[in-house]
């Protein structure tokens, strides 16, 4: 037993001991260490600023990584959250766009942890300018404008007021933007902020451009210009040199702009700015064909698509490549217009194949890149972190976006509904870069080669003797039409410009959709016979006997074509469906790519969800609260019918439905739906055009006791099922809707059938008649599975023709909404 002293000796050691573990004060040694650190990174930031601003981007990386690095070892939260922000200029400027993202997000996020709202407001500015530059223009104005909130009274105002006036501007394409612009120009003169002043010169200046107030204009980049020489900005000069030789092009002075390009290209090249280069080849472009100098401008052309497909790949989002390639549309049609009009010089000497295949790079690409990767596992090899936040911001996006929908259509809910779309805004952002960070960490999809869009004679190989595909481009100043066989380019042709097109489209699909009125029928008959001359007529000679692929462009990517009148219908009273097989395409190459995909054909005919239960007054409700609330939906009675006509010819095992109750979203996401080769879905659909993503089949609400339950199948739960269908057909409204995207077409839910395996997916363009539709989808099936075992296409064309002799439905309304996309072919149907 120790004595009482020896016992005092070990509690004083014990003490000393537990007082060692603790971290004491520093040392004034160790404090001037650490104090030189804390200046070492700061250093670190200015240097890297400097060497960003003379546009030496390489350099600035390497001391912003290294700057992060060091602060975030020594706990300099502030510090940090400087350096990710300056990491994700300098990766901005050098187009590494998703890095970019993630970098500013890193800065956002300190930022708020350590409540500075004056560095948030910077941050979320930053964030604005990029999605400014990738052309998610609303996303960009809304942290725009959340960033002069946090920002009134800072030095950070006027420039932030500068990038909200532009891209307001940008929007509404007319002035709107520059009394912000002005405002800011005034702030900065005020300040002495030569810098700001320089860049605010150069965005008014560009606003005045697009308005055609060239002189003004002219005046303000010389000012601009000589700014930038003045503070020994050569990157920032050279962007105002390629935009004063943009101007020169507008105002039809092409050697004055080859000469600014020639003292502004070499800057940009040093400086590795591929996007402004990519700018100034494309005026480049222009000059050069403005002097008749086609080869030069071909040479051009080819450096510019060089740089546009480089910086296309780097976002790891497939949304953000989606817009940026949208924003770049004028370089893939000035392309088409290079090759047509040489084409007009030497005819038959292929360069109308050339332009065919140059109309293919720029379609649909974001979908080609996803039918690619629809054979890789995404998640194998990726941290379970990442996958795990992924599964979470889905889980609550839903949830969120449940709320919302039960708000909806509530006047006196309208302040909480608000506040539900923008939770459901932010959750989809996170949710959207939370994917990006997995396909970053992907290794199979970085070892994965994406694929090239087809050249004519690859297309053509694609077709078989009784089938002709026409592929429209739509232009500012003239639209082309391609005419393939399966021997190859058939014939081209130059069309009306797109306004012209388009606008007779959009008018013909807005009489289409209320046709059944009698006082509509004349319009709509005079508005389709227009669009045959205009779409079909060039093509007449070659069209007999032939099934027609349609690769529609803007507006006529919601144009039926199958109700044109047919060309060689003197009268124009016989519509193309009559003689032709239609069905739609997004490109020649995306055929191509789902034809690659090989898999096992599922045992199963067909699977049917039909019929859901929509509210508690539902009669199939065993016990309904009282009162019971009215149902959001309609119920579809003849949705029913549709599901026991098509079960009668593909009776069990082969055929299975989910109807009532069973029509869920559970019964979806279960992945039953797999073993089936025909997916037919019976009930309403919720078209999304600013979030489509957010697209939505409605399944059963609630439960067999009336309760509440999240019946939306969303569009990105579609994307994550494994549905290797060969037909999907979706027998509810405007299925076929979407946001429409330059280049890239409708992106709603035929996209996430065909990325989640279908080959083919047939949907609707408006709001179609219940009754019509049931007795459509019955006659489709009978011709699908029954004795006649027709192709899809096929089907769809003879139960099209008999609604069209139907006594009171001979009217399009009734038989045209719906459209066929994807392969014409039978396959394993």
């Known amino acids: 037993m120790r004595c009482r002293c020896c016992r005092r000796r070990l509690l004083v050691a014990l003490a000393l001991g537990a007082l060692l573990t603790i971290q004491l004060p520093a040392s004034a040694a160790e404090r001037t260490g650490i104090a030189a650190e804390r200046e070492a990174g700061a250093a670190l930031n200015r ?100 960033a002069l909130l946090l920002s009134r009274g800072s030095p950070d105002e006027a420039a932030i007021l500068t990038d909200f006036g532009l891209v307001l501007g ?102 590795e700015d591929r996007e402004t280069e990519s700018n100034a080849r494309l005026t480049e472009v222009r000059a050069r064909r403005l002097l008749g100098d086609l080869a030069g ?12 497909e480089a910086l296309r790949r780097e976002p790891a989002s497939q949304a953000m490549r989606a817009s940026f390639l949208a924003s770049r549309q004028e370089f893939y049609g000035l392309n088409v217009e290079l090759w047509m009009e040489q084409d007009g010089r030497h005819p038959g000497a292929g360069f109308a194949a050339r332009a ?140 009306p410009a797109q306004k012209e097109i388009e606008a007779e489209a959009r008018r013909a699909v807005a009489l289409l959709a209320v046709s059944r009125e009698v006082l509509a029928r004349t319009e709509t008959r005079l508005s389709l016979a ?54 739609s395409l997004p490109s020649a190459s995306a055929l191509a790519a789902q034809r690659r995909q090989r898999r096992r054909p599922a045992p199963g005919t067909v699977a049917v969800v039909a019929d859901p239960v929509f509210g508690a007054a539902d009669p199939r409700v065993a016990t309904p609260p009282t009162p019971a609330p009215a149902a959001p939906f309609a119920r579809l009675r003849y949705s029913g019918d549709e599901a026991r006509e098509i079960l009668a010819l593909a009776p069990p095992p082969a055929g299975w439905s989910a109807q009532g109750f069973a029509a869920s ?75 429409e995207v330059r280049g890239e077409g409708l992106i709603g839910l035929t996209r996430g059938f065909q990325y989640a395996g279908a080959r083919r997916v047939l949907v609707s363009l408006w709001q179609v008649d219940d009754q019509a539709t049931a007795e459509l989808m019955r006659r489709f099936y009978q011709g699908l599975l029954g004795s006649q075992r027709l192709s899809p296409a096929a089907a769809l064309r003879q139960a099209q023709l008999a609604i069209l002799h139907l006594k009171g439905w001979d009217s399009p309304y009734y038989w045209a909404g719906f459209v066929l996309q994807g392969d014409w072919r039978r396959g394993e149907v």
């Open 47 to 146: 240097r890297g600023q400097a060497y960003r601003a003379r546009g030496d981007f390489r350099r600035a990386l390497a001391l912003d990584r290294e700057a992060q690095r060091l602060n975030h070892r020594l706990g300099e939260r502030a510090a940090e959250a400087l350096s990710w922000n300056d990491l994700g200029k300098t990766y901005q400027e050098l187009g590494q766009w998703q890095k970019a993202l993630d970098a500013y997000d890193h800065a956002l996020t300190l930022y708020r942890e350590l409540r500075k709202p004056r560095e948030e407001g910077v941050a979320l500015a930053n964030l604005g300018r990029l999605h400014r530059d990738l052309h998610q223009l609303q996303k960009a104005l809304e942290e725009l404008w959340q």
């Open 170 to 271: 940008q929007i509404h394409q007319d002035g709107s933007g520059l009394p912000w612009l002005q405002g800011a120009l005034v702030l900065e003169r005020l300040a002495g902020d030569r810098q700001g002043e320089a860049t605010t010169l150069n965005d008014l200046a560009w606003v005045d451009s697009h308005l055609h107030a060239y002189e003004s204009a002219h005046q303000l980049y010389e000012q601009a210009l000589a700014a930038y020489r003045a503070l020994g900005e050569r990157t920032n000069a050279a962007h105002v040199e390629t935009n004063l030789a943009q101007l020169d092009v507008d105002l039809g002075r092409p050697e004055a702009a080859i000469a600014r390009l020639n003292q502004a290209l070499p800057v940009l090249l040093a400086a």
């Open 297 to 308: 401008a071909r040479q051009a052309m080819e450096s510019a698509l060089e740089r546009i």
């Open 356 to 495: 065919f295949a140059a109309s293919e790079e720029g379609k649909a690409r974001s979908l080609l890149d996803l039918l690619a990767e629809a054979g890789v596992d995404l998640r194998r090899g990726v941290p379970p972190s990442l996958l795990a936040a992924e599964a979470e911001l889905g889980r609550r996006l839903n949830a969120a976006d449940f709320q919302r929908r039960r708000l909806s259509g509530l006047a006196e809910r309208a302040a909480p509904l608000a506040a539900a779309d923008r939770e459901v805004a932010t959750l989809l952002d996170r949710y959207e870069q939370a994917q990006a960070r997995i396909r970053q960490a992907s290794p199979d999809l970085a070892a994965l080669a994406l694929p090239r869009p087809l050249d004519a004679r690859q297309a053509a190989r694609l077709l078989d003797r009784d089938t002709l595909l026409l592929e429209y481009a739509l232009g500012d100043e003239r639209s082309f039409l391609w005419i393939l066989s399966a021997d190859g380019l058939a014939a081209s042709f130059e069309l």
């Open 530 to 583: 227009r669009l045959s001359r205009l779409l079909l007529a060039p093509a007449a000679p070659w069209l007999a006997g032939k099934r027609l692929a349609i690769v529609a462009d803007g507006a006529l990517l919601s144009l039926p074509f199958a109700a044109l009148p047919d060309p060689a219908d003197a009268s124009g009273g016989t519509p193309l469906l009559a003689r032709h097989e239609v069905v």
């Open 665 to 739: 979203r559970e019964t979806v996401l279960s992945g039953r739906l797999a073993r089936y080769r025909i997916l037919h879905f019976a009930t309403h659909a919720l078209p999304d055009s600013e979030h489509p993503e957010l697209y939505e089949i409605v399944l059963s609400l609630v439960d067999p006791q009336g309760r509440p339950r999240d019946g939306y199948l969303r569009a990105h739960e579609i994307y994550q099922l494994h549905l290797p269908a060969e037909l999907v057909v979706l027998s509810a409204c405007q299925t076929a809707l979407g946001r």
